[in-house]
């Protein structure tokens, strides 16, 4: 489905009353002060997603934005794809030939790019080291998106001689910190409250999507939308729904993406099928990374919503999953943890048994989870919508600008 | 009703919080403990008063970050309570504050037959934060503005006057614009006794919202 331009005052409608005009007055502080964002790519990925959104909101405020994207050929990406998983902590084969040709992509784009801006916001490692090669003519920022609590040292050791070199860092979770000469900021990433995954939803436009993945509404409905991945733990998931289903009669569905260019994924979702053959109530739904339309009606129609992962990044599922006033039961992992407040917007879980515990709880307590579901949604509606995402860069351009 | 206009009229002021990260981390409770001697006095802000803006609506399970860790993370349900009896608006000086978060841990160590750590929780991270002052164009001449004012502002607004810490004479002070400028000496008195550390911002609002309407006369809706 296409979606239709946003603009600020279309979240009046979902924002705390005064959101969008502290915002105006946010920008007048930094009104024309041009801010430049650089990333690796112009289409696909979670930080393109978000610089779509972000540029066109940045320009009704009044902040004159500009995106740059790092060309590199195919030998470039793989590098960096390297480099992406090295410092998310698996092992990698890192060469200097490697390293050679990461950092004359790096100079070369930084010659081709026009890099002039006040505030210069360069995201993830990919474009890291542009500023070696490029006078800074106001404060460089990087902004670090993937998880770095875990790196591998020799990668980050690298990386590290030119994030130091960068007035500040921002990163998503405390955990992710480094030991760094220069301020490390913290923004948690956010969700888009008017984006097709997280409109409100007509009952009827709930219904067909229901009816049309062959899901019945006639049981409390159990939802995971995630990955066919082994640290997302499906199959934990459909053993905590065994225990339950022993007492309470419920649906489960686990809602994910395809897997076919992931090998191991695909080796997960025969396993998660074969865990649930032969029951009808457990549903297996393997959907487009386009689904956003059929993710939203599953949340709206979930009694509860699960993310029993055992090893996180963010994990904006659950924030998903909570601005539809739903209880979410977490694994204890990653920013599950800051994004549930145990016991007041859901429950954070550590194994199979506790999960279906606080399932049973929830299902036999309708009044307990619906005020869950509420605190949820408020507590999104503060911490992790787009706006305060933009608010929160704003401010960061008064501070780095004083 | 009250009629009397000021002739300074109070000006709301909303704010945003800058979050940094001051990449130091506390495993177990004696970490904790030399954490919260060495960091810088802002960071003892962040995780005492001004948590209090990270919920704005929510009053959470424990009133400061120190209890929370403690209670959730360690599963030391002793010293969570310990702590989170600890009312930051009791100290006028941070390092007050400090000693008495000290004390309290030091305390309980003492009477350990080991050091209490994280198992299956997360570890503490220690923060600071900047404040960005951000005037939300809202001003009251009367208590009626006032009153209205303390309605439509930000949430970060009711935080920005009612938590920062600023001295007597400050212009941003409410207790102080009341009684200079309006001569409401009781109200005053009633506003700066107001203890939002059992609250949220939204319930502190709530309360300040029904002492103005206790002395404009008949009680309104919010």
């Known amino acids: 489905m296409l979606e239709t331009a946003v603009r600020l005052d279309d979240y009046r409608t979902v924002v705390a009353g005064g959101t969008i005009d502290l915002l105006h007055r946010l920008a007048d502080r930094v009104r024309g002060r041009s801010l430049l964002h650089v990333n690796s790519t112009r289409v696909g990925g979670g930080v393109a997603e978000m610089l779509q959104r972000y540029v066109p909101l940045f320009e009704e405020l009044g902040v004159p934005v500009r995106w740059e994207v790092l060309a590199g050929n195919e030998a470039f990406f793989q590098v960096t794809k390297s480099f992406h998983n090295a410092l998310q902590g698996t092992e990698q084969v890192i060469t200097d030939q490697m390293l050679r040709s990461y950092v004359e992509t790096n100079e070369a784009n930084a010659r081709i790019l026009n890099l002039d801006a006040d505030v210069v916001i360069i995201h993830d490692p990919q474009p890291a080291a542009m500023i070696e090669f490029h006078p800074k003519r106001g404060p460089w920022i990087w902004r670090c998106?993937?998880?770095?609590?875990?790196?591998?040292?020799?990668?980050?050791?690298?990386?590290?001689?030119?994030?130091?070199?960068?007035?500040?860092?921002?990163?998503?979770?405390?955990?992710?910190?480094?030991?760094?000469?220069?301020?490390?900021?913290?923004?948690?990433?956010?969700?888009?409250?008017?984006?097709?995954?997280?409109?409100?939803?007509?009952?009827?436009?709930?219904?067909?999507?229901?009816?049309?993945?062959?899901?019945?509404?006639?049981?409390?409905?159990?939802?995971?939308?995630?990955?066919?991945?082994?640290?997302?733990?499906?199959?934990?998931?459909?053993?905590?729904?065994?225990?339950?289903?022993?007492?309470?009669?419920?649906?489960?569905?686990?809602?994910?993406?395809?897997?076919?260019?992931?090998?191991?994924?695909?080796?997960?979702?025969?396993?998660?099928?074969?865990?649930?053959?032969?029951?009808?109530?457990?549903?297996?739904?393997?959907?487009?990374?386009?689904?956003?339309?059929?993710?939203?009606?599953?949340?709206?129609?979930?009694?509860?919503?699960?993310?029993?992962?055992?090893?996180?990044?963010?994990?904006?599922?659950?924030?998903?999953?909570?601005?539809?006033?739903?209880?979410?039961?977490?694994?204890?992992?990653?920013?599950?943890?800051?994004?549930?407040?145990?016991?007041?917007?859901?429950?954070?879980?550590?194994?199979?048994?506790?999960?279906?515990?606080?399932?049973?709880?929830?299902?036999?307590?309708?009044?307990?989870?619906?005020?869950?579901?509420?605190?949820?949604?408020?507590?999104?509606?503060?911490?992790?919508?787009?706006?305060?995402?933009?608010?929160?860069?704003?401010?960061?351009?008064?501070?780095?600008?004083? | 009703m009250d009629s009397r206009e000021a002739l300074r009229p109070f000006e709301f002021t909303a704010c945003l919080e800058l979050r940094e990260m001051l990449g130091r981390s506390a495993w177990d409770e004696r970490e904790l403990l030399s954490g919260i001697e060495d960091v810088p006095q802002e960071s003892i802000f962040y995780h005492t008063h001004s948590s209090f803006l990270r919920s704005r609506y929510l009053a959470a399970p424990y009133p400061n970050d120190f209890a929370t860790w403690a209670a959730i993370q360690v599963r030391d349900r002793v010293l969570g309570e310990r702590l989170a009896a600890v009312d930051p608006f009791d100290y006028s000086e941070l390092e007050t504050l400090r000693g008495e978060l000290i004390t309290i841990i030091d305390d309980h160590l003492g009477n350990m037959q080991s050091v209490p750590r994280i198992v299956y929780g997360e570890s503490f991270h220690f923060m600071r934060s900047t404040i960005i002052e951000v005037p939300s164009g809202v001003t009251a001449r009367t208590l009626e503005e006032f009153r209205d004012g303390l309605r439509r502002v930000d949430l970060s607004a009711i935080y920005f006057h009612f938590f920062e810490p600023r001295g007597r004479r400050d212009p941003a002070a409410p207790a102080e614009w009341l009684e200079d400028e309006l001569g409401e000496t009781q109200l005053a008195a009633l506003v700066r006794r107001l203890n939002p550390y059992i609250s949220s911002l939204d319930g502190l609002r709530d309360r300040l919202l029904v002492l103005c309407d206790q002395y404009l006369g008949a009680p309104r809706h919010a």
């Open chain 1, 145 to 402: 998106h993937i998880d770095v609590s875990h790196p591998q040292r020799r990668a980050w050791s690298f990386i590290r001689q030119y994030v130091v070199r960068y007035s500040g860092a921002i990163f998503s979770l405390p955990k992710f910190a480094q030991r760094l000469p220069i301020p490390q900021y913290l923004m948690y990433p956010s969700i888009d409250p008017l984006a097709e995954k997280n409109r409100p939803l007509e009952p009827g436009e709930i219904d067909a999507v229901l009816h049309r993945l062959g899901v019945p509404r006639d049981k409390p409905i159990l939802l995971q939308v995630s990955r066919f991945d082994r640290f997302k733990d499906p199959v934990g998931v459909i053993n905590a729904y065994r225990i339950v289903k022993k007492y309470d009669d419920c649906r489960l569905i686990l809602a994910g993406g395809g897997a076919v260019d992931d090998p191991e994924g695909a080796q997960v979702l025969a396993e998660v099928q074969e865990a649930a053959s032969g029951d009808p109530d457990i549903h297996v739904l393997v959907l487009p990374p386009t689904a956003h339309h059929e993710i939203n009606a599953l949340q709206h129609a979930a009694a509860i919503i699960i993310q029993k992962s055992t090893k996180e990044g963010f994990g904006l599922t659950v924030a998903e999953g909570m601005w539809k006033a739903k209880p979410v039961i977490g694994g204890f992992a990653g920013g599950i943890t800051v994004q549930i407040i145990y016991g007041v917007t859901g429950y954070t879980v550590n194994s199979v048994e506790g999960c279906a515990f606080r399932i049973r709880q929830l299902l036999n307590n309708p009044e307990l989870a619906r005020r869950m579901g509420e605190n949820a949604r408020e507590y999104v509606r503060e911490n992790f919508l787009i706006t305060r995402d933009l608010t929160e860069h704003l401010a960061l351009m008064a501070a780095q600008l004083r």
